[in-house]
Structures are given as structure tokens and as C-alpha cells.
């Protein structure tokens, strides 16, 4: 991307200064545009056409809100009319402009009846643009929501501002009659409902459960040229539409509107926080009501936890506030459904403990039925039962939406007040069942400390009759057994008892625990551990060994001739020139690293003459060593390729496995290496990725082979390519660079990189990019660096003859012309962990016990000494 | 599961076209009158849609000048009938306070109250007293019978005759009528109890004989598993 479409929001700093201070003396003019509004605007204008997502959201994200906070902290931003010509007088960014004016509005000011007609009005200009599928840009997922979240916002708002009827004016009530299609319940619903069925978005899904189509994969982006908003915008207004309901109270419908999206599941919802945290509110507040207190438990508990552990990455977030205060409402709701139903087991430890500090005395008064310190005995319970009563309603309350009356009020009769109206009937029906189930805490209490007791002996200790105690038992069940979407019996119960004659007998519910996943994590856990055990034993066994002759053919670092780590003589005087020159900044870094580090190293991989480069397929960025590159690659392929499955080859470098667990994909083996030949398997290799399913990942590794050094000769590359494309599989070397299909792709490919990056680490570091650039930007230091690094490379293949013919000489047992034959630091010696002890014990030489030499540590010095080491451990050693 | 449904079960003989245009066109004032006769229509015809009738709620809700108090009435006794769903709350939800307050949705929300907390005496004492309402809705005995004898079977392995015959409102000969069909197809089995009168043995369910639960959720997919075999090996 050119230099000069990046947008720099701190310029214009000054002259906004003198803006703010000519607002301040003037007053609010909505047709002044200040510069800096002026380029916002052109260059929001110019990345929308040209689909640059990740700019489109970070000029909306941040650079809206810092410039609302510095320019429009309470007026308004400039009228459309006054910024249109700066953006062809484009109609839909018109629309979406306007739609950030009164966004901004509602959150900074109180709107007018006149602004909340004129906003309404905008959404039906925008909403109509998109069903009329004219719209071919690309939005920000967040943006999306935003706009549905906020439709319903200003629905809701609406409906409280027109129940308040006592203090209108006449011209208002005059407005209200004249615009009575504004905020009309009918037609708020009907935009929804026509946004999900016009984007064909539950079918989408359904399709994409049977692999043919994505949207969950690509977060609802679209890379085939198409766009993202009609798809997207139906999406969410399932959780608008679920969302509606609950405030009009209708439960039922709201959750039958969520079921196209699978919440168990990640999904495009979870992809904006906003979205993620008013679908599972709203989804339990729904249940809770449902009396489905299994479900409400679970999910709250799942978001909580997910608050709990991400909050500090919203900090900055616009929306932090709204996230704080709906996790607040969240605990409170947890709180009311483990009070009708406690089962404690299905809270995580953290979500417990903040609850506990949150809510714990409160829940401790709710679940209280008897204290023999208070007075007497019939009294106390009753005052336990109001208290408790109190509680539920402040909980309700406090946590409840904000419930809406859609109706108009009618303007003949005598104007009243009845915006609390519908909160006060929610209210008024919860209580009721808070009501029924009163008697269950007492019963709860003495069914947890029995096996079996008899029905008298029970209705004695409630102070009941038998058959009020049988009545109690059976709300017991009734109450704890809901009845779900399917019709089918969902048991809630967290005391399992039943009645035998007059028997009760309570069966001993052990929990259960869940070992599966628990497993799971310990055994990868566990291979991490041993992995560093075995690394860390080698190393220390090496740096405590006082033997002068000890070895360290161990970890991949190249050493000298003197054994020591090797610094190349052109990186010092590189470090030297940078810390001389004034000029160089310790600047943060863009999130994609030193533009000349990427464009210098991409030349470097690909060649000076490199198609892709000249035809800007190819996107570099400078990720934190190999290893974060392929994390940064696995993540990209997690969340944008369709098929999740890669294939390693066998063995590959411990760590490739865990880059693309952690990313979500399952890990898959090709052959590779030949035990018997110690060279390449490649009847194995084509057999088993001509098997692979179509689309798979395979991890190829450039060159020189880590663990093994055996690479697929020029002709076996070939038919590897060939295979390849023939399977339509997607290749991925280690060595972090793809070349992609065309330019356009290759600016969106960046795009998300970014956005992948952006709250992994934000910058890379700029020491070691500017060393690489320093060397790889100046020929004389480039030849220099190149002359070393093949001086490195001839010691290295030096000693792999060296090494064979000292075998040989020694008339070793077995073929070594591998040693030979494989390239780079390593050699799989093709010893096995008890040799490998054996050269550790008897000659203080140390390696990785999959017998894995690291070429670079010999000499040619050590290497008789190595020689003679192998030698004596295969004859004593089988 | 316990759930006895028997006396709706015959939902498929309505037509579907009220059905296709709550799915297709919910947010529509105009199909409510179509909805009103779907109300009458299930009443007459024995048959239930939860659905139709909460977009008819809230059509009313949306415009309350429309509401009509015998649908309305209808619609609650329905959903009675459809216990132990929530069905007759998620009506509440909708129906505008102050209608609450009328009756005869005084009555039917005391009769809910009384079926809500496993008060069958009261309920079957109050419902005779109301006749006039429920009379209006053929099937309405049965369905509230299947909901006790639902609630009967998470609760009893054994219940005596006495339980029973209070829970389900019928006595003598005609229970004695009653248990032998039970007995005859839904293996209930008659025993004597310790007091000597007579036990009923209710079939066996995962809610009444909990070791039937099945432990179910700790399931671990195979595609997990053979990720840790290179690690094993």
C-alpha cells in the first residue's frame, strides 16, 4: 500500500486545537469541517472502496472515537451536507456517516423527537440500500453490529422516551401522532426479520455444517470479491431479533430466533465482544425465565470466565464500560439461577470466587431457611422468606433489560406515565415464581442430609402436613424438570430423590467429573514437560560435566571451530553502524514490522526477479523468530481456511505440533524419514498426502530438514508440487513466506495478519529487523555476510566427510553415507536413545537422545573423538 | 419420558397455512384474524400450536386495542393443557397487567398457581367451580390428568392409590376403570403397600430411578484422542 493512503490521525493536531477553541467561541456550526475531520472522512471514504477491513476498523474503532473526544465531546460531528462533496457525494457512506452522526449523538447528548424521526428515517434509507443488495463493500464485523445494536438501542430508547407522556410538549405529542410509523414496533421487527431472511444467512449456515459454504471460517468476510454486509447484517439481527423479544417478553420466540447459531460453539457472534456478551445475556435471562437454569448457568458461567480472563485487552474499548456493566447484571443473574438451582459444579473456580465476593451474603440469605439463633421458629422463617424475597426482587431488577411497552400511547385519554409499565409486569411474574418455589429451600435443606426418610418424619421437620409435604416434593420436581425446545424432560435437579409408598429415599449424587478433557490437556501438557526436561537435563548435564573433553552436539546453535556460539563478523559491524547513526529511531514499529526488513527478505527467499514480487503478490511481515511466524501462519490458516487439518511430516521439530493445537487444528503425520535408509520415505510421503483430504495443510520445511536433514531431491520436489496441486492441498513452509493468487488478495491477506497480530503482541521488535535490513540494503555488507555464511556451510559439509570417512576407517558397522547425503546443521545419526546414553556416559558427549547431531558443535578436532564414540557404542551397545 | 401428550397428540390433521404465515410472516397486523380463528380451530379441533398463539399475543401487545378477551381466555386454558411446559408464563409475559386483573384470567391464573406447585386438590376444587371456563375447551380434563400422572411418575416409584386418585380427580369404579387400562398398556402394576391399601408401581424413568441416568457429556472425540498417539509412541 502506498504511503500515501496511510491515515496519520495525529496530524491536523494543532489546527484541531484551534477548531475545538473556534467552537467553544462560536457555537456548535454544523456545516464547519475541520481538517482533520476532513481527511477522517476522505480517507474512511477511499479504504471502504478499496475494502482495506483492518484500516476501515481501525478508523472506526479509534480514530472516531479520538476524535469525538477532541473535537465533539458535547456537540455533535459536522452535518452530512457539510462533508458530502469531500466523499463524492457518495450515498451509502452518506448513510453510514450519518448513522456515526447519530450514534454519536445518542451516546454524547439526548437526541430531539426530531433527531430520533430523522435517525429512524436513516436507518430505513441504509437498511433499504443493503436488502436492495446494492452494497458491495466490505465492513468491520464490529461496525456491523454496532449498527443492529444500536437499531435496537434507539428502538428501546424510543419506547421509554414516548411512554413518558406527563411532560410533552404539544408539538411533541404533535410530532408523535404525525410521525407514527417512527420507531413503529412493526416496522423495527420487520427490518430485522427481512435482513435475516434476505442474506439467506440460516441457510448459509445450514450449508456450512455440511462443508458447502463458509462464513463461520472467514468471520463472515467475504474473499471472493462479494461483500460482507447483507450476509453479516443478518446474521447479527438473529441476536437483535432475540434481543427484541426479550424486551417485549416474549422469551420463546427470542430463543427460537437465536437457533440458527449454535452457541456452544465459537462463531461469528463471539468474533465482537459486543455481540458475544448481548447474545449470551440475553440467551440466559431468556432461559432463567424458561426456568432452563442449566442452560443459564452454563452459559453465564462460560462468558464470565471469558470476561474474567480477557477484560484487560477491552480497557481501551469504547464499549469497556457496557462490557463491565453487563457483567456486573451477569454475576447477578448467576447468582438468581443458583439460587433455584445450586449446582455449584457447573462454576468454574474463578467465576465462583468473584461471585462469592459479589453475591455470596446475598445467596447465603437466599438459600437460608432456618437459624435457631433468631427468635421463634414459625416468625424467623417467615422473615427469612420476605428477606429473601426482597433480595430476588433487588437482584431482578437490577439485572433485568430494559423492558418496553411497543404499543402507542392513545392521545385522547388523559396522558399518563407507563414506562414502567412493562418492567413492572416481568417483575410482578418472576416474583410469582419466586413465590412458588419458597418452600423448596427448606425441603432442599433436609433431602442433602438423608438417604432415606419417612414422609412423616419429614413434614415434621417443616412443619407441614403429609400431603402439603407431598405437594412440596412434587413442585420440587416439577420445578427442577423443564421441559425444553424439543419437548423433551431436562432434569435440573441438583438433589435426585423419589418416593417409594411413603418413603423418601434420596440417591447419593457423587459429581462427576470430567476426565476427558482433563486427560487430554495433561498428556499434551505432559509431552511439553518432558520435552524441556530432557532439553534442560542435557544442557546442565553438559555445563556440569568437568571432563575436558565433553561435547554439546545438542541444541541448534552454530559454534566455532573453539565450540563457542559464532557471531558473524558483518551482524557486529551492522550493530556498530546503527549505533552510530543518529537518524535511527527506537520508534514502535507498524504491526507488520520494518517495511524495508520485509521487502529486502522477501527478495531474499524469493529471488531478485521473483514474478510474485513485481506482481505484489506477497505479503511479509516481521513476526517475533521462526517460531512466532509459524504461530502467526497457523493462526491465519485457523481462521480463514475452511479445512482444519494440517500434516507434519514424521518426525518434524517438537514444536510444529503444538503452533497449530494451539490455533485449533488437528495435527496429522506423513512419512518422511526411512529408518533403513535413513533418507527420505518418499513412497511413503506421496502415499500418504495423496490420501490426505482435499484442502489439508501440509507443513513443508525449505530446506535442510529439522530433526532429520533429509530434503526431497529437485525431481521429488516436483512431483510433491504436482501431488500438491493435483489434491488441492495447501502447502505452508516453514520459512513464513506464501505467495498468493493477486495483489488485492495479497492487501487483504495483510489485512488480517494485522488484525491476528494486532492483540497477540501489537509490534515486533526493531533491533533485529534493522541489523537484517542494515546488511541486506548495502551490497558490499551483503556480499560479506553471504561470503561467511557459505564459509559456515563449507565447515559444516567438511565435517560430514570428515565424520564418514573416520567411520569408515574405522570400519564401523553399518551405511554412514547419509551423514553425507543430508544437508544443513543436522545429522539424524540413526542412534538410538541407549547408544546416545552410552556416549554420554563413557566419552561426555551429549545430544538429543533421538540421536539428532548437531554438526555445527563438532570440530575438526572432535570429530575422531566422535568417530571413535559411535564406534564403541554400536559394538557394545545393541 | 413421562410426558403424556395424549390428549393433543392429534396436531397434525390441522391445515398449515396459519403456520406458514406465523414462520414466513410473523410482523404482519393483518393476519390477525386469521390467528383468532387458528385459536378457536385448536380449541375445536383438539390440536395445539404454542407458537401461532404467542404471534397472536403479540399482535394484541403490539396493539392492544384489538385484544379480545375470550381468545385470550382460550388461549390460557390451552396452555394449560400443555403443562408441564411453561407455556401458560410465557403467555403472562405478554398479556398487559391490567387484563391480568379481570377475570376470568383471575381464575386461570390461580388454577395455573395450583398445577404449578403440585396442588391438585385445590386445583380440581377451584376448576369445578369454574366450569363455564374450561368446559369451553374440549380435552382440558384429560390433558391436566396426563400433566398429574407426569409430575406422579418423577416423583413416585410407588404411589399410593389415595395420591393418585386425588392428583387425577377420578375415585371408585371409575378409577378402578382407569388403573386396569393403565395396566393393560402402560405396564403400570398394582401392589399392596405397607399400610396395607393399594400401591401403584409407575413405570420406570431416568427421573424416578435415577441409576438410569446415563452419563452422558464426558464423551471424548476420536479426532482428540489420535492427536496424542505421536506423542505416546
Redesign the interface.
Known amino acids: 500500500m502506498a504511503a500515501n493512503y496511510e491515515y496519520d490521525e495525529a496530524a491536523g493536531h494543532y489546527d484541531d486545537q484551534a477548531a475545538a477553541l473556534r467552537q467553544q467561541e462560536v457555537g456548535y456550526d454544523p456545516n464547519f469541517v475541520p481538517d482533520s475531520v476532513k481527511s477522517f472522512v476522505v480517507h474512511l471514504y477511499r479504504h471502504i472502496r478499496e475494502k482495506n477491513v483492518y484500516e476501515i476498523h481501525q478508523m472506526y474503532e479509534t480514530s472516531f472515537q479520538t476524535l469525538s473526544e477532541r473535537l465533539f465531546k458535547d456537540t455533535p460531528w459536522p452535518s452530512v451536507d457539510a462533508v458530502a462533496h469531500y466523499v463524492d457525494n457518495d450515498h451509502v457512506f452518506c448513510l453510514l456517516y450519518r448513522e456515526m452522526w447519530f450514534r454519536h449523538l445518542y451516546a454524547r447528548l439526548s437526541p430531539t423527537l426530531k433527531q430520533r424521526i430523522d435517525s429512524w428515517d436513516n436507518y430505513c434509507s441504509l437498511f433499504q440500500v443493503v436488502l436492495h443488495g446494492v452494497v458491495n463493500m466490505q465492513l468491520p464485523n464490529q461496525w456491523l453490529w454496532d449498527m443492529v445494536d444500536e437499531f435496537v438501542y434507539q428502538f428501546q430508547s424510543f419506547c421509554q422516551y414516548r411512554a413518558k407522556m406527563k411532560n410533552k410538549t404539544e408539538q411533541e405529542i404533535a410530532l408523535l401522532r404525525q410521525f407514527d410509523q417512527a420507531w413503529n ?2 416496522g423495527v ?2 427490518f430485522l ?1 427481512a435482513l435475516v431472511e434476505k442474506s439467506a444467512i440460516i441457510h448459509i449456515l445450514e450449508q456450512e455444517k455440511e462443508g458447502l459454504e463458509q462464513f463461520t471460517a472467514t468471520d463472515g468476510y467475504d474473499y471472493s470479491g462479494g461483500s460482507n454486509v447483507l450476509k453479516v447484517l443478518g446474521y447479527f439481527s438473529m441476536i437483535g431479533l432475540l434481543r427484541v423479544h426479550c424486551l ?6 427470542g430463543l ?1 430466533c437465536l437457533q440458527p447459531i449454535d452457541i456452544s460453539q465459537q462463531g461469528v457472534y463471539t468474533s465482537v465482544i459486543g455481540s458475544h456478551i448481548a447474545t449470551i445475556y440475553h440467551y440466559g435471562f431468556a432461559s432463567l ?3 432452563r437454569y442449566v442452560d443459564g448457568i452454563r452459559e453465564f458461567n462460560k462468558i464470565l470466565l471469558y470476561i474474567y480472563k480477557t477484560k484487560q485487552y477491552h480497557q481501551k474499548s469504547p464499549q469497556y464500560e457496557q462490557i463491565l456493566k453487563k457483567n456486573e447484571q451477569m454475576y447477578a443473574l448467576l447468582a438468581i439461577c443458583l439460587s433455584f438451582c445450586p449446582q455449584m459444579k457447573l462454576v468454574d473456580e474463578a467465576v465462583n470466587a468473584q461471585l462469592r465476593e459479589k453475591y455470596g451474603e446475598k445467596m447465603g440469605k437466599l438459600q437460608r431457611y432456618d437459624d435457631e439463633a433468631y427468635g421463634d421458629k414459625m416468625n424467623r422463617r417467615q422473615r427469612f422468606a420476605d428477606e429473601a424475597f426482597g433480595i430476588y426482587d433487588e437482584l431482578f431488577s437490577y439485572a433485568c433489560p430494559k423492558f418496553i411497552t ?2 402507542a400511547p ?1 392521545f385522547d385519554e388523559p396522558l399518563v406515565n407507563y414506562n414502567q ?1 412493562a418492567y ?3 417483575l ?2 418472576f416474583l ?2 419466586v413465590r ?1 418455589q419458597e418452600l423448596l429451600v427448606g425441603a432442599r435443606t433436609f433431602l442433602k442430609v438423608y438417604s432415606t426418610i419417612s414422609l412423616g418424619k419429614l413434614a415434621n421437620y417443616l412443619d407441614v402436613d403429609e ?1 402439603t409435604l ?6 420440587y ?3 427442577t ?3 425444553d425446545s424439543a ?3 431436562i ?1 435440573n435437579a441438583d438433589v ?1 430423590f ?5 418413603m423418601v429415599r434420596v ?1 447419593d ?1 457423587k459429581p ?1 467429573k ?4 482433563f ?2 490437556r495433561q ?2 501438557k ?2 511439553g514437560v518432558i520435552n524441556d526436561v530432557d532439553r534442560i537435563k542435557v544442557m546442565v548435564a553438559y555445563r556440569d560435566d568437568p571432563s575436558p573433553s565433553k561435547l554439546n552436539l545438542g541444541i541448534g546453535v552454530y559454534r566455532t571451530e573453539e565450540g563457542k556460539p559464532h557471531l558473524l563478523n558483518v551482524v557486529s559491524k551492522a550493530e556498530k553502524l546503527l549505533l552510530n547513526d543518529k537518524s535511527v529511531s527506537k520508534e514502535y514499529l507498524p504491526i507488520t514490522g520494518l517495511s524495508e526488513f520485509n521487502q529486502l527478505s522477501a527478495r531474499l527467499v524469493l529471488g531478485h526477479d521473483s514474478f510474485a514480487i513485481k506482481e505484489k503478490r506477497v505479503c511479509t511481515v516481521q513476526c517475533l523468530s521462526g517460531s512466532g511466524s509459524l504461530r502467526i501462519g497457523a493462526e491465519l490458516l485457523a481462521r480463514f481456511h475452511h479445512q482444519h487439518v494440517v500434516y507434519l511430516s ?1 518426525p518434524t521439530y517438537g514444536n510444529h ?1 503444538n503452533f497449530f ?1 494451539a490455533a485449533g487444528i ?2 496429522k ?1 506423513y512419512r518422511y524419514y526411512d529408518e533403513a535408509t535413513k533418507g527420505l520415505d518418499f513412497q511413503g510421503l506421496l502415499e500418504d498426502l495423496g490420501s490426505a483430504e482435499s484442502g489439508a495443510i501440509v507443513l513443508l520445511q525449505a530446506s535442510s530438514h529439522n530433526p532429520t536433514g533429509v530434503d526431497p531431491t529437485v525431481e521429488q520436489w516436483e512431483q510433491i508440487r504436482q501431488l500438491i496441486r493435483q489434491r488441492g492441498l495447501v502447502p505452508f513452509f516453514d520459512c513464513a513466506y506464501q505467495v498468493c493468487k493477486a495483489e488485492d488478495v495479497a492487501c487483504r491477506v495483510e489485512s488480517q495478519l494485522k488484525l491476528i497480530i494486532r492483540p497477540m503482541y501489537s509490534n515486533p521488535p526493531i533491533h533485529g529487523a534493522a541489523i537484517v535490513a542494515t546488511i541486506l540494503r548495502d551490497r558490499e555488507m551483503y556480499d560479506a555476510w553471504t561470503a561467511e555464511l557459505k564459509a559456515m556451510i563449507v565447515r559444516i559439509v567438511n565435517l560430514r566427510h570428515q565424520l564418514y570417512d573416520a567411520l569408515c576407517e574405522r570400519g564401523t558397522p553399518g551405511d554412514w553415507k547419509h551423514i553425507v547425503n543430508q544437508v544443513g546443521m543436522f545429522t539424524f545419526s540413526g542412534l538410538n536413545e541407549d547408544q546416545v546414553s552410552f556416549l554420554t556416559k563413557h566419552y561426555h558427549i551429549y545430544m538429543s537422545s533421538d540421536g539428532r547431531i548437531n554438526m555445527a558443535g563438532l570440530s575438526s578436532k572432535t570429530v575422531p573423538y566422535l568417530a571413535n564414540a559411535i564406534h564403541e557404542a554400536l559394538a557394545s551397545v545393541p | 419420558m413421562g410426558r403424556e401428550i395424549e390428549p393433543q397428540k392429534s396436531q397434525q390433521q390441522v391445515s398449515y397455512t396459519v403456520e406458514q404465515l406465523v414462520a414466513v410472516n410473523p410482523y404482519n397486523p393483518d393476519i390477525l384474524p386469521d390467528l383468532e380463528n387458528y385459536v378457536n380451530e385448536q380449541v375445536a379441533s383438539q390440536t395445539y400450536s404454542l407458537d401461532a398463539n404467542l404471534c397472536l399475543l403479540r399482535l394484541y401487545q403490539f396493539e392492544p386495542e384489538r385484544l379480545s378477551t375470550q381468545i385470550v381466555a382460550r388461549i390460557l386454558v390451552k396452555a394449560l393443557m400443555a403443562m408441564p411446559a411453561p407455556d401458560f408464563s410465557l403467555c403472562l409475559f405478554l398479556i398487559p397487567e391490567r387484563v391480568q386483573m379481570e377475570q376470568p384470567f383471575k381464575t386461570l391464573i390461580v388454577l395455573s398457581h395450583y398445577l404449578e406447585t403440585g396442588g391438585f386438590r385445590l386445583f380440581w376444587d377451584e376448576a369445578a367451580k369454574s366450569r363455564h371456563i374450561v368446559d369451553a375447551v374440549p380435552g382440558f380434563e384429560q390433558a391436566i390428568q396426563a400433566y398429574a400422572v407426569h409430575v406422579l411418575s418423577l416423583t413416585y416409584q410407588k404411589v399410593p392409590r389415595s395420591v393418585l386418585a386425588e392428583a387425577i380427580n377420578i375415585e371408585g369404579l371409575s378409577l378402578d376403570k382407569f388403573l386396569e387400562q393403565r395396566v393393560a398398556d402402560r405396564g403400570w402394576v398394582i401392589e399392596k403397600g405397607q399400610g396395607g391399601g393399594q400401591v401403584i408401581a409407575l413405570p420406570k424413568t431416568e427421573f424416578n430411578h435415577p441409576e438410569l441416568k446415563k452419563n452422558s457429556g464426558d464423551a471424548v472425540p476420536l479426532d482428540h484422542v489420535t492427536r496424542i498417539f505421536p506423542i505416546l509412541s
Open positions: 414496533v412493526y421487527l420487520n426479520q417485549l417478553g416474549d422469551y420463546h420466540t427460537k425465565m424458561l426456568r411497543p404499543s392513545s409499565d413492572r409486569l416481568q410482578k411474574l410469582s415464581e412458588q400431603s407431598r405437594m412440596i416434593l412434587m413442585t420436581k416439577h420445578k424438570h423443564a421441559v419437548g423433551k424432560i432434569s435426585d423419589y418416593i417409594d409408598d411413603d440417591v449424587s462427576v470430567r476426565y476427558g478433557d486427560f487430554l498428556i499434551v505432559l509431552e514424521q505440533m493445537i488437528t495435527v503425520y
